[in-house]
């Protein structure tokens, strides 16, 4: 009878355990370690850094910074940002201060804005091609400067991105995201390092 009661507790222990991890590791999304701050009346979510989260409401990441598995042609083997998923249409806001220093289309990044300060660039690709700001312009922290752009695009001069069925991609994409680079004297880091104490 008590060895039945044991089985039964240590069964239970295991499932709750197994149970545990396998929702920390695989269902919950990465959250940074961010509060929420009101920045120019408007919840936003601040790292320890200063540095604002750019996709408000959207924080599971796709694709981490470093080596990982190609997912469509033309995307490098080594991931030079991090991948969050968003629909189209998604606000896209500037991490930092600083200045627009490109917005274009810009081969596997697709429709991107960079925004710059000092020996910092911060970019955002697979953007709307419908630009909002415009190179020179002078950006706040925590400033719409975007939307997620869509997965499809026509038109582009120079475009050799297509999914398996021949249309034309924002860049080297498979949907809809925000890839946020960021790039200290032209090496590229991990964004994570901003957001994780």
Not at 121 to 133: L, R
Request: charged share 15%; net charge positive.
């Amino acid at each position: 009878m008590f060895s039945s009661f044991l089985k039964l507790f240590y069964t239970i222990s295991f499932i709750l355990l197994f149970l545990t991890i396998s929702i920390t590791c695989f269902v919950v999304p990465i959250i940074p370690n961010v509060e929420i701050q009101q920045l120019e009346g408007k919840e936003m979510l601040i790292s320890p850094y200063g540095f604002v989260w750019p996709i408000p409401g959207y924080t599971t990441i796709s694709s981490y910074f470093g080596k990982r598995n190609s997912p469509t042609a033309g995307a490098s083997s080594f991931h030079k940002g991090l991948d969050i998923g968003a629909p189209e249409g998604t606000t896209l806001i500037a991490v930092i201060e600083g200045r627009i220093t490109y917005v274009g289309f810009l081969g596997g990044g697709g429709y991107t804005i960079t925004l710059s300060k000092e020996n910092m660039k911060i970019t955002y690709c697979h953007v709307s091609p419908n630009f909002i700001v415009q190179v020179g312009q002078e950006i706040q922290k925590g400033e719409i400067i975007g939307k997620v752009g869509p997965k499809y695009v026509y038109g582009v001069k120079g475009n050799t991105y297509q999914d398996a069925t021949g249309k034309p991609t924002n860049g080297a994409t498979t949907g809809c995201h925000l890839h946020l680079g960021i790039r200290i004297e032209e090496k590229y880091i991990d964004p994570l390092q901003f957001y994780q104490l």
